[in-house]
């Protein structure tokens, strides 16, 4: 008795594993919406931090999951909605927070710019190794930090200094435990679902 292994389809260039799913526009705002409502619950996964108006949560882990798996112009819809709503009062942002008069806001707008940027790595294949894949969360967590940090420090009259002590290095070793989480979970998917870019 031979057992022979499945073959690995090979998928045509720039694809992501929403695209996996059978095409529709169904689909597309299912996703949309979908992604959306991850990124508020991940965000209701808060730990405070002491001196820090803003809590570890699990919003940043969420956005640049949903980024990755959507691709860059899903993965903007779907953070665009989820700003948009908790702008308007549903209270899913972290700490069920709502508004944008919050000093922590700067990050969701940096979740915004990050999903975008992680979507088009993706497309080019930057979910497929660990490597790659790590590189592709360390960008995303800078460019969430590059907006996120410069807010909080307007917000709040910070310094620039403070505000990196305050909303920068408390968040560096859960940064990189979500970092490794999707270093295994990403390209598992792909082994998983036996298919390469």
Do not use: H
């Amino acid at each position: 008795m031979s057992t022979a292994a499945a073959p690995v389809r090979t998928l045509r260039a720039g694809t992501v594993l929403a695209d996996l799913l059978p095409s529709s526009r169904v689909r597309d705002v299912a996703l949309v919406v979908g992604g959306a409502a991850l990124t508020g619950l991940a965000a209701q996964l808060t730990v405070p931090v002491p001196g820090s108006p803003v809590p570890v949560s699990g919003q940043t882990f969420a956005a640049l999951l949903v980024g990755t798996a959507l691709g860059a112009r899903r993965g903007f819809l779907s953070l665009a909605l989820y700003a948009v709503v908790g702008m308007a009062g549903v209270p899913w942002f972290a700490e069920a927070s709502s508004g944008y008069a919050m000093p922590s806001f700067g990050y969701i707008l940096g979740m915004l710019l990050a999903a975008t940027v992680v979507g088009a790595l993706a497309r080019r294949g930057a979910d497929r190794s660990v490597l790659r894949t790590a590189g592709t969360m360390v960008l995303g967590s800078a460019i969430i930090y590059a907006v996120g940090v410069p807010y909080l420090a307007l917000a709040t009259g910070m310094s620039l200094g403070q505000a990196v002590a305050a909303g920068l290095t408390p968040f560096l070793i859960g940064d990189a435990l979500k970092a490794a989480l999707a270093m295994g979970a990403l390209p598992a998917a792909w082994k998983l679902l036996g298919r390469k870019g």
